[in-house]
């Protein structure tokens, strides 16, 4: 069973910075793609940031230069470094992996930027 977990939201002024977490469970952590996705109030659901297992990554054209998403094999953990915050950043974010078995989505984890 894969088990994807956020962590690393929180309050944060405009211009600020946070790194948001994803723990995942389950085999072969590197050789799927994943990415994290965003939704705030009353707004769909958006791709964010993703990244291949060969380690390709895209974004959002909204967080281009901003944003970095990496992972780390070893800690079994894709991170999301997010820099230069704006209040429009604000929403919940949630981290994603496509399985041969099927999408797994993690419960998210709330990002708000305000002063």
């Known amino acids: 069973q894969v088990q994807l977990v956020e962590s690393g939201g929180g309050l944060v002024q405009p211009g600020g910075s946070l790194r948001l977490s994803c723990a995942a469970s389950?085999?072969?952590?590197?050789?799927?793609?994943m990415g994290w996705y965003r939704q705030a109030p009353g707004k769909h659901r958006e791709s964010v940031a993703t990244?291949?297992?060969?380690?390709?990554?895209n974004y959002a054209d909204s967080v281009k230069g901003r944003f970095t998403i990496s992972r780390d094999g070893t800690k079994r953990t894709m991170y999301l470094q997010m820099n230069s915050l704006k209040p429009e950043d604000t929403a919940v974010y949630y981290c994603?992996?496509?399985?041969?078995?099927?999408?797994?989505w993690g419960k998210g984890t709330l990002v708000t930027v305000s002063s």
């Open positions: 994603n992996q496509n399985r041969s078995t099927g999408t797994y």
């Open positions: 990244i291949t297992s060969g380690g390709t990554t």
């Open positions: 389950g085999y072969s952590f590197m050789i799927f793609p």
